[in-house]
């Protein structure tokens, strides 16, 4: 960053330099006015260099891992419950309300009793409102993870951020008439400014301690074996009921038909992330 602002700090001194500058030929009297207007830097190009410079520093900003993110923001953004003494553990589901997958999860956290986390787009909230009211209509907690799943990094720049956030709680509000404060970023991808952007907004970052990558599509024994054998007490378990549309969750659903019963057996208790946490899920 400091690079971009320093070729932009000497090309402004530059062009002042050459303005102040009279060319010595046979005419003493010559002034820089003559001289062919392609020969500096206008108003124009200075405005493209300040926007290339933008640019630059808008590619160099980088995700910052979550876990680093947690320890700068420790009120804010949450990874699990590191000091959980009831074997609690909180099952959350990203990119839905997909018909194709969600119900078919809904179908399964029924039959074994247990409540989870849903963090919906907003586009398919809209979308797939009936999906949705029976989210929460069978107990489930709902977050905001924005409207078009944009990598917020990327895009870098706060308004984006706002405009997706609000957008998505707008419409989630007409649905579930509250307004949520659990928000989770696509891909979990967030930098500081970001983080107290949210947190402006009136949102807790919700994280995740044990990744299913069940996004990849790997054998159903494989997804639940590696929640199986990561989770602990207090555990922020990640899944997805939505997908692209060549996308399959097929996976995800067989999966949970082994990761819940053998928690259970296990001793482990399946909670909402607001009450793993104790944190507030409405504005």
């Not at 190009?45 to 808008?58: A, C, G, I, P």
């Not at 990327?154 to 649905?175: F, K």
């Amino acid at each position: 960053m400091k690079n971009s602002f320093m070729v932009l700090a000497i090309l402004i001194s530059f062009y002042f330099s050459m303005n102040n500058h009279t060319f010595a030929n046979e005419d003493i009297h010559q002034e820089v006015g003559t001289i062919e207007p392609s020969t500096f830097i206008n108003n124009q190009e200075l405005t493209n260099l300040k926007d290339v410079s933008n640019e630059n520093v808008r590619q160099l900003q980088q995700p910052v891992d979550l876990n680093e993110l947690q320890r700068r923001y420790p009120d804010i953004v949450f990874l699990e419950d590191p000091n959980n003494t009831q074997n609690q553990i909180a099952l959350t589901f990203d990119d839905g309300p997909d018909q194709r997958f969600t119900n078919d999860i809904l179908d399964i956290l029924r039959e074994y009793n247990v409540p989870a986390t849903f963090f919906l787009l907003g586009s398919r909230a809209v979308a797939y409102p009936e999906i949705v009211t029976r989210i929460q209509n069978e107990g489930h907690i709902i977050g905001n993870h924005t409207y078009f799943h944009p990598n917020l990094v990327e895009e870098g720049d706060l308004a984006t951020l706002e405009r997706e956030v609000s957008r998505t709680e707008d419409a989630l509000y007409e649905l579930i008439n509250y307004r949520t404060s659990l928000f989770r970023p696509p891909y979990g991808f967030l930098f500081n400014e970001l983080v107290e952007k949210v947190a402006e907004l009136q949102y807790d970052v919700i994280a995740w301690s044990v990744d299913s990558l069940d996004w990849q599509e790997e054998p159903p024994e494989i997804i639940a074996n590696r929640v199986i054998n990561e989770v602990n007490a207090g555990s922020i378990i990640l899944m997805h009921d939505g997908a692209d549309w060549d996308g399959n969750r097929t996976n995800t659903i067989e999966a949970l038909r082994q990761i819940i019963p053998t928690l259970q057996e296990q001793g482990y208790n399946f909670v909402t992330v607001p009450e793993l946490l104790n944190i507030p899920y409405q504005k």
